[in-house]
């Protein structure tokens, strides 16, 4: 019995170690499987690695994953000791099988805040479990975790005194890089999951988080994610990060987010909230134009009429809004004399603009 143990534990160290060699001869791995193959046929190690691909022999997991995830219990029992280095391989190994196992990433969080990992290691260790399991919770989690990180270091690196213009911008490169590649992990997790719920919210976040108010990268968002809902047409998922967008975007451009430029009732950018105006006019209607096509050529769709009924109900808000707000401009308008007359002009005329496009819009909707 005891030289069996034996025979496992060295079978599944050298297991180990493969792995971790695996990724020294090749740190461009971007995808991990299991092979089925009930049994070992050839004395040859089962971690195969073709170009950016790796595998596992299904044989051996059996042994694998138990022993990892018992070698990391007793290590958080403080019942055996184990050095940084087989922390990290150990972590890895296991997370790349299993990255449900909340522990192993707690190990790593705390590895990262010694300095022994570097932020970037453990979201490239994320991406290739998602690859694996893409809906995978506490890997989602942890990823989040690991971005406040960066943000935190970021800022304060920002901040510093010797740090000058051309240092920051370098910061706000590799943050503006960060976030596509956070977005190139959620499109390439939902599309290996249907209505991947966990990838699209991890996307809303990163927006929320790392790229708030900016309003091209909304629009690239809208424009980028269009093709997507396209060819993915019951994915309610998809079709909910559309109206996160366009609510933002509904936001950041209405008249509303600009009322700090108000001076003394005059507003100072009314030629802005036209352009803006037209903007969000034109978004609407390009949204309600693709729920139209897509129905007429995917019929019976569910996620489809949902999508449609929200940016319907969106719009129909924010065009009571619009009503709202030109009655109060026209008050502030007449109130303040010729002065001011202008702006009041500006914004009715964009309203009247707004009504053209209502009216087109409500008759796409009963034509749908």
Not at 244 to 264: C, D, G, R, Y
Request: with cysteine; hydrophobic share 35%.
């Amino acid at each position: 019995m005891a030289e069996c143990e034996e025979e496992l534990d060295v079978l599944v160290q050298r297991v180990v170690k493969d792995i971790t060699n695996a990724f020294q001869k090749n740190p461009n791995i971007d995808e991990i499987g299991v092979i089925p193959c009930p049994e070992a046929r050839y004395n040859r190690s089962p971690i195969v690695l073709v170009g950016n691909k790796l595998g596992v022999e299904s044989w051996c997991v059996k042994f694998l994953l138990p022993y990892v995830h018992n070698k990391l219990l007793l290590y958080r029992q403080r019942k055996q000791w184990l050095d940084r280095e087989a922390l990290v391989n150990i972590t890895s190994t296991l997370l790349l099988l299993n990255p449900d196992f909340t522990t192993a990433w707690n190990v790593r969080k705390e590895l990262l805040q010694c300095g022994v990992l570097c932020p970037q290691k453990d979201l490239y260790l994320g991406k290739l479990a998602l690859s694996k399991f893409p809906k995978s919770p506490e890997t989602w989690i942890h990823r989040r975790w690991v971005l406040q990180q960066l943000m935190v270091t970021r800022q304060k690196q920002q901040g510093a005194p010797e740090a000058d213009i051309d240092r920051i911008q370098q910061l706000s490169e590799q943050a503006a890089q960060t976030v596509q590649q956070e977005m190139r992990v959620c499109t390439d997790a939902a599309n290996r999951y249907p209505s991947n719920y966990n990838a699209w919210s991890h996307r809303i976040w990163v927006l929320q988080h790392m790229a708030k108010g900016n309003i091209k990268f909304l629009h690239d968002e809208l424009a980028s994610t269009r093709p997507w809902v396209s060819m993915h047409v019951s994915d309610h998922s998809g079709f909910h990060y559309r109206q996160f967008l366009i609510q933002q975007l509904l936001a950041e451009l209405s008249p509303q987010a600009h009322s700090s430029t108000k001076i003394n009732g005059a507003h100072a950018g009314h030629g802005v909230e036209t352009e803006d105006l037209s903007t969000l006019l034109q978004l609407l209607q390009e949204e309600m134009e693709l729920s139209s096509d897509l129905i007429k050529t995917f019929p019976g769709h569910e996620a489809l009429w949902c999508h449609r009924r929200h940016v319907f109900y969106v719009w129909q808000n924010w065009w009571r809004e619009q009503q709202l707000l030109s009655q109060s401009t026209l008050v502030v308008s007449e109130s303040n004399g010729a002065q001011c007359e202008e702006p009041g002009q500006g914004h009715r005329a964009a309203v009247r603009q707004w009504r053209r496009h209502c009216h087109c819009l409500w008759h796409k909707t009963g034509s749908a």
